[in-house]
């Protein structure tokens, strides 16, 4: 270990923090867009008082997530319905019910503050087969009830390009398929393509009793940008068309070519895969690996998020890490999350260090960067918050030519605290 230590602190590369112009949408009240988008959506024509309907709510940390659920249940209340809440998460948390309505909890939805039941419940039942492609779970509670609203976050998927990629069909297929659906659609993924989410999803459309589905597409600042309830009949057409909007929302690290990158915190709250591939730039699948903009030599990890209840799931795609993380993780639950979505290369730990300062050291030694000044050095909080990154001064000319880039502070060393860990992200910020 001693002989890594070739790289006194000041030896690093001056760092500032940046500040980036991302797309900011005009602030919403969320709750009269969702009241809106319902009674646009939904007639009453199609639902008697007293009918039950499950509210599935997937296991992302999304913006004000509570209160769109919250707001959602309130006015199936106010038709007469009687919703409850169903976690529609496939194997995060371990596949367990416990876990799951644990996640939700944390994300501040509950039978206490949403005033329905929570229902937590990993059966399903198999309704049907794509053609011989796959078989079709879904959850047997959300089945049970008169009708099934689905909310989710509609974005661009961390591992495939399709028409169809992360939104309210993969809720339906993979969320509410449970442990049993999540393992079934990634497995026949690899031969038929993660094109068989919208087939199955218009199975699911045609076959159950789908109210609708709430899509939420964010800003480049994480927010809510737009809200749509959408009847079953359009859903799939009208996601596709969303997951446009989201593609160009979508923030990004705007550097091509980077040495070091340094990444505070991965978790399930932030990506599915912990750190999301369209800001990484690298993602390691059995349905192929690629490396696309912006390219990066060595990925740092320095902590898992504190709202993944233990899930590292993603760990794999970095270079180095520190054994605080690799202490932090609940390797079930991890292992779990991997091993159902056919990527174990996510879940694989990487070399990992007892401080940040020798696994910058590491990274130093292995990025192929002909001096330490000369190192081309991004540190981000993670990829979900990137109005503010941080830099080395090699990327001064570049940052400056950019008019959607600010510098907000002065060149610095970087600072390490006395048992050689960087300082908090959030104490650098101006």
């Known amino acids: 270990m001693n002989a890594m230590n070739s790289y006194d602190p000041l030896s690093f590369p001056s760092m500032a923090m940046i500040q980036q112009d991302l797309f900011r949408a005009p602030e919403m009240d969320i709750q009269r867009r969702i009241w809106?988008?319902?009674?646009?959506?939904?007639?009453?024509?199609?639902?008697?008082?007293?009918?039950?309907?499950?509210?599935?709510?997937?296991?992302?940390?999304?913006?004000?997530?509570?209160?769109?659920?919250?707001e959602t249940v309130c006015f199936l209340l106010h038709l007469g319905l009687k919703p409850i809440i169903v976690p529609a998460m496939g194997s995060h948390g371990g596949g367990t019910s416990e876990s799951q309505e644990s996640l939700l909890k944390?994300?501040?939805?509950?039978?206490?503050?949403?005033?329905?039941?929570?229902?937590?419940?990993?059966?399903?039942?198999?309704?049907?087969?794509?053609?011989?492609?796959?078989?079709?779970?879904?959850?047997?509670?959300?089945?049970?009830?008169?009708?099934i609203v689905a909310i989710n976050r509609i974005k661009p998927?961390?591992?495939?390009?399709?028409?169809?990629?992360?939104?309210?069909?993969?809720?339906?297929?993979?969320?509410?398929?449970?442990?049993?659906?999540?393992?079934?659609?990634?497995?026949?993924?690899?031969?038929?393509?993660?094109?068989?989410?919208?087939?199955?999803?218009?199975?699911?459309?045609?076959?159950?009793?789908?109210?609708?589905?709430?899509?939420i597409v964010e800003d480049g600042y994480g927010k809510p940008a737009h809200i749509e309830?959408?009847?079953?009949?359009?859903?799939?057409?009208?996601?596709?068309?969303?997951?446009?909007?989201?593609?160009?929302?979508?923030?990004?690290?705007?550097?091509?070519?980077?040495?070091i990158l340094i990444i505070d915190h991965?978790?399930?709250?932030?990506?599915?895969?912990?750190?999301?591939?369209?800001?990484?730039?690298?993602?390691?699948?059995?349905?192929?690996?690629?490396?696309?903009?912006?390219?990066?030599?060595?990925?740092?990890?320095?902590?898992?998020?504190?709202?993944s209840?233990?899930?590292?799931?993603?760990?794999?795609?970095?270079?180095f890490t520190t054994k605080r993380l690799v202490d932090a993780l609940d390797l079930k639950k991890t292992y779990t999350n991997s091993i159902?979505?056919?990527?174990?290369?996510?879940?694989?730990?990487?070399?990992?260090?007892?401080?940040?300062?020798?696994?910058?050291e590491a990274c130093m030694q292995t990025c192929g960067a002909q001096s330490a000044d000369s190192a081309r050095i991004v540190r981000i909080q993670n990829t979900k918050d990137l109005e503010y990154i941080q830099i080395s001064k090699t990327f001064e000319k570049e940052a400056t030519e950019k008019n959607t880039v600010h510098l907000v502070t002065s060149w610095q060393p970087m600072q390490f605290s006395a048992d050689g860990n960087l300082f908090d992200f959030t104490s650098l910020l101006p």
Do not use: W
Not at 231 to 256: C, G, H, M, S, V
Not at 270 to 284: A, E, L
Not at 309 to 319: F, R, V
Not at 351 to 357: A, G, K, Q, V
């Open 36 to 70: 809106e988008t319902l009674q646009g959506c939904i007639q009453k024509k199609q639902v008697t008082s007293g009918e039950s309907v499950a509210v599935a709510v997937g296991s992302r940390g999304i913006y004000h997530l509570d209160r769109i659920v919250k």
């Open 266 to 307: 991965i978790g399930k709250d932030i990506s599915g895969i912990g750190m999301d591939s369209n800001v990484t730039g690298r993602h390691r699948d059995i349905t192929g690996d690629f490396q696309i903009f912006p390219r990066v030599k060595r990925i740092f990890v320095r902590d898992l998020s504190p709202n």
């Open 309 to 319: 209840d233990g899930n590292g799931n993603g760990i794999g795609l970095a270079d």
């Open 229 to 259: 309830a959408m009847p079953p009949d359009i859903l799939i057409n009208r996601e596709k068309t969303l997951l446009q909007k989201a593609n160009q929302y979508l923030a990004r690290i705007p550097f091509p070519e980077i040495d």
């Open 106 to 147: 944390s994300y501040g939805i509950s039978q206490s503050s949403m005033g329905v039941p929570v229902v937590s419940d990993m059966d399903v039942k198999e309704i049907g087969t794509l053609d011989g492609k796959a078989r079709i779970f879904f959850s047997a509670v959300a089945l049970s009830c008169d009708h």
């Open 340 to 360: 159902a979505a056919i990527s174990p290369e996510k879940a694989a730990i990487p070399i990992y260090l007892e401080s940040d300062l020798l696994a910058l």
């Open 157 to 215: 998927h961390t591992k495939f390009r399709a028409e169809i990629e992360s939104g309210i069909c993969k809720m339906l297929v993979v969320g509410l398929g449970k442990k049993h659906g999540a393992v079934e659609i990634h497995n026949k993924a690899v031969h038929y393509s993660f094109g068989i989410i919208e087939e199955a999803a218009n199975f699911i459309l045609n076959n159950c009793n789908i109210l609708c589905g709430v899509g």
